[in-house]
């Protein structure tokens, strides 16, 4: 989910989650949030943050982490039955 991304300026330390290095792609402010596209793993994740501020700009380097009870990879072949509940 895109609220369960939490977007770091580099060398950040918080300890705990996966953590991958991106950059952003597209900011859009809306009010009390900030929507960022974020270019990660060879691929673009929208990543939702709250807040009256944006806190980075179109092109900034972040490092995007992920809590690991709530990361989940699935195969370029499709879900099997055991993840199906969670989608």
């Known amino acids: 989910r895109p609220e369960n991304v939490v977007l770091l300026p ?31 793993l060879n691929t ?12 980075f700009a179109d092109g900034a380097a972040v490092v995007a982490e992920v809590a690991p009870d709530l990361c989940w990879a699935f195969s370029g072949s499709g879900v099997d039955g055991a993840a199906m509940e969670y989608v």
């Open 10 to 40: 580099p060398g950040a330390d918080t300890g705990g989650g996966q953590r991958f290095s991106g950059r952003i792609v597209r900011r859009r402010f809306h009010g009390g949030q900030s929507v960022y596209t974020v270019a990660v």
């Open 44 to 55: 673009e994740l929208d990543v939702v943050e709250l807040g009256t501020a944006p806190r």
